[in-house]
């Protein structure tokens, strides 16, 4: 299976929050649409950036609650970690993994296309097993 795949049974909306909007409001929308990264995006609509719930835990257990007031843009990641809408899911389970990242922005090109999340790959993958359990089963008991 390859993300493309994965991705036809999400919903297409991609929650984003200007680079100007403060860390208040970034944890509003978060909690708002219960989800756990949103897109920093600039006047003209550009990716600058994510900011996830870890990148704010983090801030503020090493800086404080005035991290509240600041800019997303000064909390964002910059240097995004992504995959195309080709990649493989092993390949992306494998990546998240290894860098210990829970949401990948995935990409046709260089275009924003969605975003997976790390339980979207562990509910894929529970479903595999199911089904390879379903499938044993079926061929034991009919040989």
């Given at each position: 299976m390859v993300v493309s795949q994965l991705l036809s049974g999400k919903s297409k909306e991609l929650y984003s929050v200007y680079a100007e909007d403060e860390i208040n409001e970034v944890i509003q929308t978060l909690a708002g649409e219960k989800i756990g990264l949103v897109v920093v995006t600039?006047?003209?609509?550009?990716?600058?950036?994510?900011?996830?719930?870890?990148?704010?835990?983090r801030a503020l257990a090493n800086t404080g609650p005035e991290i509240l007031e600041w800019p997303a843009k000064r909390l964002m990641s910059r240097d995004l970690i992504t995959c195309q809408m080709e990649t493989a899911i092993g390949e992306v389970m494998h990546k998240m993994t290894e860098l210990r990242i829970r949401h990948l922005p995935v990409l046709s090109g260089k275009?924003?296309?969605?975003?997976?999340?790390?339980?979207?790959?562990?509910?894929?993958?529970?479903?595999?097993?199911?089904?390879?359990?379903a499938m044993l089963r079926e061929y034991i008991l009919n040989g």
């Open positions: 600039t006047n003209l609509n550009e990716i600058s950036g994510v900011v996830s719930e870890r990148d704010i835990v275009k924003l296309i969605g975003i997976i999340s790390i339980g979207d790959v562990l509910k894929n993958r529970l479903q595999e097993l199911e089904n390879e359990g």
